[in-house]
């Protein structure tokens, strides 16, 4: 079955996944408040209109690309929405990043009405909106999957199927979330070694050399608590010390480690857990209450 797709939402990141997929010969029509963004489609797009309703008529496939899930929610269900005129056994693919909880609420309906429904945000930025290199995050029905690869393919170069319905947001969320702590732990860091007198770039650089600025994820966990060795490299009671000292440091300097100090009472926990004799990264086996290891 062709895939005849209506696509709401041309902001940052819509727009250049639109003309991705228009590149790519795929049939699309495009929906957004902004008239003067649809305008730049006229001559490319099937059909092109501020009102979901209207060019959603004998459409097959709906990409959301929004900033909220009450937007997405008002679109598909409200009153000129989509949903009253797309045809039966319709596939929405939600690739905005939204409520979880919403999500599984629009997926629940659209079931009900006779539709499926995959949650496929996207990761990485504007510049690779542009170029089609998009990470895309997937969660739904395997046969789903395949239905969207074709648009998946003209956005972006890499599609992970996370698991079911929810799995790609949950994955974007999870990813988010790392993204914008290590953003904040950088912006402190940083600021800590200007406070007690250290050149911010050359710091830097210095950091960027180490598991610090590499990252446990391309360090330590993979050869550690992942390979299920939690034999000390670094221990849990070592993380602890040098985590007092640097917050000596900071004291000394009338400054705080927020983060340390949190890190600090997290690998105390583990360490009342027996875990102090392990390496750092077993932190993750305290974290997830499992003493399989001691």
Partial sequence: MKNKIVMVGLGVMGMPMARNILKSGLDL?????????????EG?????????????????????????????????FGD?????ALDPDSL??????????????ISARLRDLGHRFVDAPVGRTPREAKTGDLLVMAGGDVDDIEQATEIFEAIGNTTIHAGPIGSGLKSKLVN????????AVTGETLS?????????????????????????LNTN?????LAN??????????????????????????GKCLFGELAKRMFQEAELDGMGHLDQTAILKHLLGDKSML
């Fill in 29 to 41: 029509s495009c929906c957004d408040v902004n008239w003067a963004s649809l305008k730049s489609l």
């Fill in 192 to 216: 800590f070694a200007n406070q007690v007198g250290l050149n911010i770039e050359a710091t830097a650089k210095l950091m960027s050399s180490t598991a610090a600025g590499l990252g446990q």
């Fill in 44 to 76: 490319l797009a099937h059909s092109l209109s501020t009102v979901p309703e209207k060019v959603a008529k004998n459409r097959n496939v709906v990409i959301t690309m929004l900033p909220t899930s009450d937007i997405v929610e008002l679109v598909i």
């Fill in 80 to 84: 000129q929405g989509l949903i009253g």
């Fill in 229 to 254: 060795d939690l034999t000390p490299d670094f221990p849990i009671s070592m993380a602890i010390k040098d985590l007092n000292m640097a917050s000596e440091l900071a004291s000394s300097f009338k």
């Fill in 221 to 225: 966990y993979p050869k550690k608590v």
């Fill in 176 to 183: 988010n979330y790392m993204a914008m702590v290590n953003n």
């Fill in 92 to 105: 929405i693919i939600d690739m905005s990043t939204a409520s979880y909880n919403k999500s599984m609420e």
